[in-house]
């Protein structure tokens, strides 16, 4: 079994940044890929972003695209996800998930553990 711990989450105002974390713990392999979503009040679930333990290959969102960052502390097994120029639409429940298959993907169907979330809020 994998553990995913997130943490970072909180409140910050409309151009400001936040750094989530998401820990690994238990039968966590470095060939596996993490990936983060989050969640909207009223919405589905979506893609962020995606970075594979390896080669550190990473995919993301559009929306997402040059002001989000992901990398990988594969010492620590944590996969970090640096959020810049936030805006009020950025604010979610956001979740770290691991995929067995250590290819990144965009379907959250593919993604085999999941953390419990972290509130990010942000203001306008």
């Known amino acids: 079994q994998v553990q995913l711990v997130e943490s970072g989450g909180g409140l910050v105002q409309a151009g400001g940044s936040l750094r989530l974390s998401c820990a690994a713990s238990?039968?966590?392999?470095?060939?596996?890929?993490t990936g983060w979503f989050r969640q909207a009040p009223g919405k589905e679930r979506e893609f962020v972003a995606s970075?594979?333990?390896?080669?550190?290959?990473?995919n993301y969102a559009n929306s997402v695209k040059g002001r989000f960052t992901i990398s990988r502390d594969n010492a620590e097994r944590t996969v970090y996800l640096q959020m810049t120029s936030l805006k009020p639409e950025d604010t979610a429940v956001y979740y770290c998930?691991?995929?067995?298959?250590?290819?990144?993907?965009?379907?959250?169907?593919?993604?085999?553990?999941w953390g419990q979330g972290t509130q990010v809020t942000v203001s306008s």
């Open positions: 970075i594979t333990w390896l080669s550190g290959s990473t």
């Open positions: 998930a691991a995929r067995s298959s250590g290819l990144n993907s965009y379907s959250q169907r593919e993604y085999d553990y």
């Open positions: 238990g039968r966590a392999r470095s060939s596996y890929a």
